[in-house]
């Protein structure tokens, strides 16, 4: 039954709650693909805050609590602004049917702000087709 009712329209086009919430309140709401931490910019985030957050010595809750505080509000905006361009370039990427070893190349050695370049994609291209 759950399975049926998934395909109808009225289901589909169903917009959640949580969504509904944050486009109330001026944001976008982007769903992304479970499981793909390089598509999603807030995993970078919380990889940079729990680094930083380690590096600080702690004996009490509060202290711990405090830190985590302190890390979660370190984070330079232009720091989490290279995160999003990071995920910008791995989406372009995928889109143009890169894999493995080729997307983390690409993502390397490209220079455009939110996409995989053109030059980049030939440089690729000379080097896997010799």
Known sequence: MACL????????????????????????????PKFHCELNPIEMYWGWV?????????????NAKQAAFDALNACPVDLIQRFMNRSWRFMSASRIKLTGKAVAWAI????????VSQTAMMHLDAIVNP
Request: proline share 2%; net charge positive; charged share 35%.
């Open 50 to 62: 729990k680094y930083r957050y380690r590096q600080v010595p702690k004996k009490t809750f509060d």
């Open 108 to 115: 390397h050695k490209q220079k455009s702000h939110r996409s």
């Open 5 to 32: 009712l998934s395909k109808q329209d009225d289901f589909v086009n169903q917009v959640s709650m949580l969504e509904t919430l944050i486009k109330e309140a001026g944001h976008e709401c982007i769903f992304l």
